[in-house]
Protein backbone atom coordinates (compact mmCIF):
# COMPACT_ATOMS: atom_id res chain seq x y z
CA UNK A 1 0.00 0.00 0.00
CA UNK A 2 1.57 3.45 -1.27
CA UNK A 3 1.70 5.76 1.26
CA UNK A 4 2.73 9.73 2.24
CA UNK A 5 5.17 10.21 4.48
CA UNK A 6 5.34 13.95 6.28
CA UNK A 7 8.53 15.27 8.78
CA UNK A 8 8.82 16.41 11.17
CA UNK A 9 5.67 14.76 13.13
CA UNK A 10 5.93 17.81 15.78
CA UNK A 11 7.85 21.57 14.97
CA UNK A 12 7.62 23.88 17.66
CA UNK A 13 9.38 27.50 16.63
CA UNK A 14 9.21 31.01 18.18
CA UNK A 15 6.92 33.80 16.36
CA UNK A 16 8.95 35.21 13.39
CA UNK A 17 10.70 31.97 13.02
CA UNK A 18 10.81 30.11 9.77
CA UNK A 19 9.92 27.24 9.18
CA UNK A 20 9.78 24.34 6.62
CA UNK A 21 7.62 21.02 6.29
CA UNK A 22 8.28 17.98 4.32
CA UNK A 23 5.85 15.68 2.71
CA UNK A 24 6.96 12.73 0.24
CA UNK A 25 4.34 12.33 -2.07
CA UNK A 26 3.45 8.86 -4.04
CA UNK A 27 6.38 9.04 -6.38
CA UNK A 28 4.28 8.28 -9.50
CA UNK A 29 1.30 10.83 -8.95
CA UNK A 30 0.98 14.49 -10.58
CA UNK A 31 -1.06 16.14 -8.05
CA UNK A 32 -0.08 17.40 -4.73
CA UNK A 33 -2.00 19.82 -1.71
CA UNK A 34 -1.15 20.93 1.63
CA UNK A 35 -4.26 21.48 4.19
CA UNK A 36 -3.94 22.45 7.90
CA UNK A 37 -6.14 21.75 10.62
CA UNK A 38 -6.26 24.39 13.72
CA UNK A 39 -7.47 23.21 16.55
CA UNK A 40 -11.29 22.55 17.18
CA UNK A 41 -11.79 23.95 13.37
CA UNK A 42 -12.36 22.14 9.98
CA UNK A 43 -9.33 21.10 7.89
CA UNK A 44 -8.87 23.72 5.17
CA UNK A 45 -7.26 23.75 1.81
CA UNK A 46 -3.86 25.41 1.76
CA UNK A 47 -2.55 25.02 -1.68
CA UNK A 48 -2.55 22.30 -4.85
CA UNK A 49 0.64 21.94 -6.96
CA UNK A 50 0.51 20.22 -10.38
CA UNK A 51 3.42 20.07 -12.82
CA UNK A 52 5.38 22.00 -10.83
CA UNK A 53 3.37 25.02 -10.92
CA UNK A 54 1.15 26.26 -8.17
CA UNK A 55 -2.30 25.22 -9.62
CA UNK A 56 -4.78 26.47 -6.93
CA UNK A 57 -4.61 28.51 -3.33
CA UNK A 58 -6.41 29.84 -0.88
CA UNK A 59 -6.72 33.05 0.75
CA UNK A 60 -5.03 31.68 3.74
CA UNK A 61 -1.67 31.16 1.61
CA UNK A 62 -0.50 34.55 1.46
CA UNK A 63 3.06 35.82 0.71
CA UNK A 64 4.58 34.27 3.80
CA UNK A 65 3.72 30.90 2.71
CA UNK A 66 5.43 29.15 -0.41
CA UNK A 67 6.04 25.22 -1.83
CA UNK A 68 8.27 23.41 -3.66
CA UNK A 69 9.00 20.41 -5.53
CA UNK A 70 12.99 20.67 -5.11
CA UNK A 71 14.22 17.84 -6.15
CA UNK A 72 11.09 15.47 -7.53
CA UNK A 73 10.39 13.57 -4.57
CA UNK A 74 10.07 15.86 -1.53
CA UNK A 75 7.41 18.28 -1.43
CA UNK A 76 8.10 21.34 1.01
CA UNK A 77 5.72 24.07 2.64
CA UNK A 78 7.49 26.73 4.20
CA UNK A 79 6.34 29.33 6.33
CA UNK A 80 8.56 32.65 6.13
CA UNK A 81 8.12 34.46 9.43
CA UNK A 82 5.54 32.41 11.53
CA UNK A 83 2.72 34.15 13.48
CA UNK A 84 1.05 32.05 16.49
CA UNK A 85 -2.35 31.77 14.38
CA UNK A 86 -0.32 29.14 12.61
CA UNK A 87 -0.32 27.03 15.03
CA UNK A 88 -1.99 23.75 13.27
CA UNK A 89 -1.81 20.09 11.85
CA UNK A 90 -0.64 20.63 8.47
CA UNK A 91 -1.36 17.49 6.29
CA UNK A 92 0.09 16.49 2.55
CA UNK A 93 -2.04 14.89 0.10
CA UNK A 94 -0.94 13.05 -3.00
CA UNK A 95 -4.05 13.43 -5.15
CA UNK A 96 -7.23 13.11 -3.22
CA UNK A 97 -6.75 10.09 -1.76
CA UNK A 98 -3.68 9.55 -0.20
CA UNK A 99 -3.05 11.79 3.24
CA UNK A 100 0.63 11.83 5.12
CA UNK A 101 -0.08 11.21 9.21
CA UNK A 102 0.69 15.68 9.45
CA UNK A 103 2.94 17.50 11.27
CA UNK A 104 1.58 19.74 14.49
CA UNK A 105 3.17 22.89 14.09
CA UNK A 106 3.36 24.89 17.86
CA UNK A 107 4.32 28.52 17.34
CA UNK A 108 5.23 30.18 20.52
CA UNK B 1 -18.69 30.02 0.01
CA UNK B 2 -19.17 26.55 -0.14
CA UNK B 3 -20.37 24.89 3.39
CA UNK B 4 -19.60 21.23 4.35
CA UNK B 5 -21.28 19.94 6.85
CA UNK B 6 -22.13 16.84 9.40
CA UNK B 7 -23.89 15.72 11.91
CA UNK B 8 -23.66 14.65 14.73
CA UNK B 9 -20.36 16.03 15.79
CA UNK B 10 -19.86 13.36 18.41
CA UNK B 11 -21.76 10.04 18.80
CA UNK B 12 -21.33 7.32 21.81
CA UNK B 13 -22.33 3.74 20.69
CA UNK B 14 -22.55 -0.04 22.05
CA UNK B 15 -20.36 -2.44 20.50
CA UNK B 16 -22.61 -4.10 17.90
CA UNK B 17 -24.79 -0.76 17.32
CA UNK B 18 -25.38 0.16 14.21
CA UNK B 19 -24.98 3.79 13.29
CA UNK B 20 -25.23 6.58 10.19
CA UNK B 21 -24.07 9.78 10.10
CA UNK B 22 -24.79 12.68 7.72
CA UNK B 23 -22.87 15.11 5.46
CA UNK B 24 -24.52 17.85 3.50
CA UNK B 25 -23.13 19.85 0.67
CA UNK B 26 -24.20 22.39 -1.87
CA UNK B 27 -26.08 20.63 -4.13
CA UNK B 28 -24.86 22.45 -7.42
CA UNK B 29 -21.12 22.12 -8.98
CA UNK B 30 -21.10 18.80 -7.87
CA UNK B 31 -18.19 16.58 -8.85
CA UNK B 32 -17.26 14.33 -6.00
CA UNK B 33 -17.46 13.51 -2.49
CA UNK B 34 -15.40 11.66 -0.54
CA UNK B 35 -15.23 9.91 3.15
CA UNK B 36 -12.25 9.11 5.14
CA UNK B 37 -11.74 8.01 8.27
CA UNK B 38 -9.07 9.64 10.95
CA UNK B 39 -7.97 7.85 13.66
CA UNK B 40 -5.70 9.72 16.18
CA UNK B 41 -1.66 10.16 15.21
CA UNK B 42 -2.79 8.21 12.13
CA UNK B 43 -3.02 9.76 8.34
CA UNK B 44 -6.71 10.04 6.91
CA UNK B 45 -7.73 6.80 5.18
CA UNK B 46 -9.65 7.35 2.16
CA UNK B 47 -12.89 5.34 2.81
CA UNK B 48 -15.25 6.37 -0.28
CA UNK B 49 -15.10 8.68 -3.15
CA UNK B 50 -18.61 9.18 -4.87
CA UNK B 51 -19.26 10.72 -7.80
CA UNK B 52 -23.37 9.88 -9.41
CA UNK B 53 -26.63 10.91 -7.98
CA UNK B 54 -27.28 7.48 -5.99
CA UNK B 55 -24.25 5.91 -5.68
CA UNK B 56 -23.94 3.26 -3.02
CA UNK B 57 -20.70 1.55 -1.95
CA UNK B 58 -19.48 -0.60 0.48
CA UNK B 59 -16.75 -1.76 2.55
CA UNK B 60 -17.20 -4.44 4.78
CA UNK B 61 -19.51 -3.18 7.59
CA UNK B 62 -19.68 0.43 6.40
CA UNK B 63 -21.62 1.68 3.37
CA UNK B 64 -22.44 5.05 2.19
CA UNK B 65 -25.25 6.65 -0.34
CA UNK B 66 -25.32 10.03 -2.10
CA UNK B 67 -27.98 12.25 -2.92
CA UNK B 68 -26.50 14.69 -5.40
CA UNK B 69 -30.29 16.01 -6.14
CA UNK B 70 -30.77 17.52 -2.24
CA UNK B 71 -27.17 17.62 -1.25
CA UNK B 72 -26.50 14.67 1.18
CA UNK B 73 -24.53 11.45 1.77
CA UNK B 74 -24.88 8.95 4.28
CA UNK B 75 -22.09 6.80 6.23
CA UNK B 76 -23.68 3.61 7.53
CA UNK B 77 -21.54 1.19 9.64
CA UNK B 78 -23.57 -2.17 10.90
CA UNK B 79 -22.45 -4.10 14.11
CA UNK B 80 -19.62 -1.39 15.66
CA UNK B 81 -16.55 -2.31 16.60
CA UNK B 82 -14.25 -0.33 19.31
CA UNK B 83 -11.91 -0.78 16.18
CA UNK B 84 -14.50 1.56 14.37
CA UNK B 85 -13.85 4.25 16.74
CA UNK B 86 -12.35 7.83 14.81
CA UNK B 87 -13.32 10.56 13.08
CA UNK B 88 -15.50 10.41 9.66
CA UNK B 89 -14.66 13.19 7.59
CA UNK B 90 -16.68 14.05 4.65
CA UNK B 91 -15.15 16.04 2.22
CA UNK B 92 -16.38 17.83 -1.57
CA UNK B 93 -15.36 18.61 -4.48
CA UNK B 94 -16.33 20.59 -7.79
CA UNK B 95 -13.78 20.26 -10.30
CA UNK B 96 -11.61 16.94 -11.22
CA UNK B 97 -8.52 17.19 -8.89
CA UNK B 98 -10.03 20.61 -7.50
CA UNK B 99 -9.53 21.04 -3.76
CA UNK B 100 -11.23 19.29 -1.31
CA UNK B 101 -14.25 21.18 1.32
CA UNK B 102 -14.63 19.36 4.58
CA UNK B 103 -16.96 19.36 7.01
CA UNK B 104 -16.33 19.26 10.58
CA UNK B 105 -16.52 15.61 11.04
CA UNK B 106 -18.10 13.44 13.29
CA UNK B 107 -16.29 11.28 16.25
CA UNK B 108 -17.48 8.29 16.72
CA UNK B 109 -16.27 6.25 20.14
CA UNK B 110 -17.54 2.48 20.34
CA UNK B 111 -17.65 1.15 23.86
CA UNK B 112 -17.04 -2.36 24.37
Redesign the interface.
Given at each position: EPEVTQTPSHQVTQMGQEVILRCVPISNHLYFYWYRQILGQKVEFLVSFYNNEISEKSEIFDDQFSVERPDGSNFTLKIRSTKLEDSAMYFCASSEQYFGPGTRLTVT | ILN?EQSPQSLHVQEGDSTNFTCSFPSSNFY?L?W?RWET??????LF?MTLNGDEKKKGRISATLNTKEGYSYLYIKGSQPEDSATY?C?F?FTS?????????TILTVHP
Open positions: - | VAHYAKSPEAVLARYGKLTFGQG
